[in-house]
């Protein structure tokens, strides 16, 4: 059994362990998953939720929802001082959990800040049982942000991120790198030309309509409606697609230009098409989170995103990835976005040059490796018992 412990602060945890667990189904690999919130085990331990009566990941989540990211890096510093503060008790609790369930295999993370906890009430609780780690970012953004010392294996997605690894005093031979993010295993079944056609003749778009997707994660941005609205006007050549996502308010905001586009403008909410919609596009804007940029990469849709003092510190290194590898566009304000977006659609050389960039990317099969990566260390610590 793999115990598989996830958070709810931002959507990315959740996503990546539905998708391990999916991953494991379809290939029938040997792996049984239970996955379980690690907050809810701890939050009884909660030091802000004690404090302000706030919980850490509603916190969290809060800041995206307001774009207060300027207080993300204290809120970081301020919960790592708690954990270090509550870390017997915390490890005590989860230690005492541990002991209560039946023993698993292996232990997987899929979320920051608390590794070195989970790591030490492991050993405490359940010892000989691996402790794996997979970032769901990137690169990470010590210190004690996903990598801690000691850890048995780290599971990565970039060579930045395997250095960073190491840098912390990871064994490389206990460092996993693999071919990028996680991806739900249904990015695998469908995209590419077929989807493409069948898609933008679905939303009425002609063969040689510049597409825009506009996805700015799991509940949408305030910001998609005015940018939306600003592609519209700016080139009236473009046609765009905004996923709204859980957002009904939002989706309702787009439905007055949506009845003056012309037919320019497609909308969606909460939707499992990302995949046939990025497929039907020509460029994807987005906020740098590793999800979004991970998608496109996979259906080699070029990008265009924003870093500015609003970008959350974690996914600051995405936009340094996107520039450096050649793959999109980093613009400082979703107010460039338009301009950039329409220079692009005319200038055929720069787009091309992009995605013969990411043609240059590796076939991301991170999901199937990460099992590969769990089953391996489930075995060998079975063979030492």
């Not at 030309?193 to 003749?201: D, G, L, M, N």
């Not at 990025?278 to 989170?289: E, F, I, Q, R």
């Not at 960039?357 to 391996?376: G, I």
Request: charged fraction near 25%; glycine fraction near 6%.
């Amino acid at each position: 059994m793999v115990l598989l412990f996830t958070i709810d602060a931002g959507g990315g945890h959740r996503a990546a362990a539905r998708a391990l667990v999916a991953a494991a189904e379809e290939t029938g690999a040997p792996l049984r998953f239970r996955v379980e919130s690690f907050q809810e085990i701890l939050l009884p331990l909660d030091v802000l939720k004690r404090a302000t009566g706030v919980s850490l990941e509603s916190a969290y989540n809060l800041i995206l929802k307001h774009r207060a990211s300027l207080l993300m890096v204290p809120l970081l510093r301020l919960m790592h001082a708690g954990i270090r503060v509550r870390r017997p008790a915390l490890v005590r609790t989860l230690a005492s959990w541990l002991r209560e369930q039946p023993r698993p295999d292996v232990v997987v993370s899929v979320f920051p800040n608390f590794n070195g906890v989970l790591r030490d009430a492991v050993r405490d609780a359940i010892p000989g049982v691996p402790l794996v780690v997979v970032l769901t970012d990137f690169a990470d953004f010590p210190p004690r942000f996903w990598i801690e010392p000691r850890l048995d294996r780290v599971v990565v997605g970039s060579t930045e991120a395997a250095e960073q690894a190491r840098a912390l005093g990871i064994p490389a031979q206990r460092v996993s790198q693999v071919s990028g993010m996680i991806l739900h295993p249904r990015f695998y079944r469908v995209g590419g030309p077929e989807a493409r056609e069948r898609v933008r003749s679905e939303l009425g778009l002609g063969p040689s309509d510049f597409t825009v997707c506009l996805l700015f994660g799991g509940k949408g941005s305030p910001e998609m409606a005015p940018l939306a609205e600003a592609l519209l006007r700016e080139d009236r050549t473009l046609r765009v697609i905004a996923v709204c996502g859980d957002n009904p308010g939002l989706f309702e905001r787009f439905t007055p230009l949506h009845a003056r586009s012309a037919g320019r403008l497609v909308r969606f909410g909460f939707t499992d098409r990302i995949a046939e919609l990025l497929a039907a596009s020509d460029l994807l804007v987005t906020k740098p989170g590793p999800g979004s940029l991970a998608e496109a990469f996979h259906q080699r849709v070029p990008v265009v995103v924003t870093r500015n003092i609003h970008t959350i510190p974690q996914e600051r290194f995405n936009t340094d990835f996107v520039a450096r590898r050649g793959v999109g566009v980093v613009a400082s304000s979703w107010r460039e976005i338009p301009n950039a977006v329409a220079r692009l659609a005319h200038d055929p050389e720069r787009l091309c040059a992009l995605r013969a960039s990411l043609e240059a990317l590796p076939p991301n099969r991170a999901v199937y490796e990460v099992l590969d990566v769990v089953a391996r260390e489930a075995a060998a610590a079975s063979s030492r018992h």
